[in-house]
T-cell receptor, first 115, second 109 residues
């Protein structure tokens, strides 16, 4: 039973380019969460999605950032016109429906570097 | 705003028991307490979870007093490979997790 998968693991983009980060949740999980981590900081929530729906995007910047979780395929976090401040580690987590304990399973992360 | 408060850092020698205490004064009735471990350049890894009293697994023990306003993660006989950041979180259901800065544990030979 594979865990949460993320790709790419490392991504380098020049300022102004687009970054696409992919997340495949654990089998049977329909809830996906994206978090961002800056150096020496804890993870910060960005967006919570369930299949084809955005449930909570309160942590995501209003501009340049978008997320989707289509019926088929992985969840995508898209950052348009990247800036140096977007450099961070982006983690995806998943959970099954009705999980009472709040536990989430995390992927290995994508480390984005903007040059 | 993080729902939990824990020490920023701790040091320990190899072979010692390490106890990390976390405060969560506003824990809700249906919240569970979960501890994650994170190594550099990796995602958080689940260590242990509990609701009340004591929970033990092959890695750690979790002590939760009756009022549930705090919890203590106990790592028996730590080794160098236990050097990591440890996060205490509270939550329930399919809600986003609120991370604090965690506790940076350094194990010294």
């Amino acid at each position: 039973n594979a865990g949460v998968m993320q790709n790419p693991r490392h991504l380098v983009r020049r300022r102004g380019q687009e970054a696409r980060l992919r997340c495949s949740p654990m089998k049977g999980h329909s809830h996906v969460y994206w978090y961002r981590q800056l150096p020496e900081e804890g993870l910060k929530f960005m967006v919570y999605l369930q299949k084809e729906n955005i449930i909570d995007e309160s942590g995501m910047p209003k501009e340049r950032f978008s997320a989707e979780f289509p019926k088929e395929g992985p969840s995508i976090l898209r950052i348009q016109q990247v800036v140096r401040g977007d450099s961070a580690a982006y983690f995806c987590a998943s959970s099954p429906t009705g999980a009472p304990t709040g536990m989430q399973y995390f992927g290995p992360g994508t480390r984005l570097t903007v040059t | 705003l993080a729902k939990t408060t824990q020490p920023i850092s701790m040091d320990s020698y190899e072979g010692q028991e390490v106890n990390i205490t976390c405060s969560h004064n506003n824990i809700a009735t249906n919240d569970y307490i979960t501890w994650y471990q994170q190594f550099p350049s990796q995602g958080p890894r689940f260590i242990i979870q509990g609701y009340k009293t004591k929970v033990t697994n092959e890695v750690a023990s979790l002590f939760i007093p009756a009022d549930r306003k705090s919890s203590t993660l106990s790592l028996p006989r730590v080794s160098l490979s236990d050097t990591a950041v440890y996060y205490c979180l509270v939550g329930a259901g399919n809600t986003p997790l609120v991370f604090g800065k965690g506790t940076r544990l350094s194990v010294i030979a």
